[in-house]
């Protein structure tokens, strides 16, 4: 059984920051990503930014130059730091875990959900 941790998230003024962070933990044997999406009201989730095992990183063209994912192998823990944070930047923001087990067997975990604010 694998548990995400999410945490960060809260109310901001638009420009300003937040930092999200994702502790992955359990029966974790290989990491493949970890990655953030994002839903707001009405709307379908979508990603917001990935990154590999290797450091490769996606980021969605709407955080581009804004936003920046990283990652602490050692401690399972995949980070999203928010800069000139806009009111469309408001949603429940999800952790996603890609894994795979001894057998190569790929699995995706998600976390409970972390809500930013954006507003005055």
């Known amino acids: 059984q694998v548990q995400l941790v999410e945490s960060g998230g809260g109310l901001v003024q638009p420009g300003g920051s937040l930092r999200l962070s994702c502790a992955a933990s359990g029966s974790i044997f290989n990491i493949n990503a970890m990655g953030w999406y994002r839903q707001a009201p009405g709307k379908q989730r979508e990603l917001v930014a990935t990154?590999?095992?290797?450091?490769?990183?996606n980021y969605a063209d709407s955080v581009k130059g804004r936003f920046t994912i990283s990652r602490d192998n050692a401690k399972n823990t995949v980070y999203l730091q928010m800069t000139s944070l806009k009111p469309e930047d408001t949603a429940v923001y999800y952790c996603?875990?890609?894994?795979?087990?001894?057998?190569?067997?790929?699995?995706?975990?998600w976390g409970q959900g972390t809500q930013v604010t954006v507003s005055i």
């Open positions: 990154i590999t095992s290797g450091g490769s990183t």
């Open positions: 996603r875990l890609e894994r795979s087990d001894r057998l190569f067997r790929r699995y995706v975990d």
